[in-house]
């Protein structure tokens, strides 16, 4: 999480051509740590209050999803969005369990059952869905994601389980992402790896 913080000037300098003050800048920050059906994690909660605190110093209007299941995840996802057609700068933390499937990134509400295939897209957000709302109105504006997800999780296993041979499509750590102009995307490893 460290690692992120120092980076956060360094891009927002490098991203904006123009002072601080005559930013609009948002952000959604997402911790999840106490999963119902995977493990627990011990850093997301402390690692998202460490990068919302750092946001809000740097002028950022920040929207806060610690622990959040599926609808307080929408919940944040919107009002995020909501905010997001006047901003210069954007940006969306998070930290918690992700996974890939056929080279799609998902997140994942501390309380999905990934179960079998199908509940996947019930159960977890995918980033592209994140993606789009950070590009729509937004041409010519800066876009950052910070991804420090927990790739290597139960619910992943479960998950290959459920489909058999068609598990191949599980992937290792999280894909690249495809972005639009402006955008900046960090992983806390490089993608295909855990």
Do not use: W
Not at 97 to 124: C, M, S, T, W
Not at 168 to 188: H, K
Request: hydrophobic share 50%.
């Amino acid at each position: 999480m460290l690692r992120f913080l120092f980076l956060l000037p360094v891009v927002l300098s490098l991203a904006t051509g123009q002072p601080a003050a005559a930013e609009t800048r948002v952000a959604l920050v997402v911790g999840n740590a106490s999963y119902a059906h995977a493990n627990a994690l011990t850093n997301p909660l402390n690692d998202a209050g460490d990068m919302s605190a750092a946001l809000k110093s740097v002028g950022f209007d920040v929207v806060e999803a610690l622990d959040a299941d599926r609808a307080k995840l929408g919940s944040a996802l919107r009002s995020f969005a909501d905010k997001l057609s006047g901003a210069d700068v954007a940006l969306f933390f998070y930290a918690g369990h992700g996974l890939q499937v056929g080279a799609r990134n998902y997140l994942v509400p501390i309380d999905a059952a990934l179960k079998r295939e199908r509940d996947l897209e019930f159960e977890a957000v995918s980033l592209d869905f994140i993606l789009r709302q950070m590009e729509i109105d937004r041409e010519g504006k800066t876009s950052i994601v910070i991804l420090d997800a927990c790739r290597d999780n139960p619910l992943a296993r479960n998950l290959a389980r459920s489909m058999g041979t068609r598990s191949t499509a599980i992937g290792r750590g999280l894909a690249p992402a495809a972005t639009g102009l402006g955008t900046f995307i960090a992983y806390a490893t490089q993608p295909g790896n855990v």
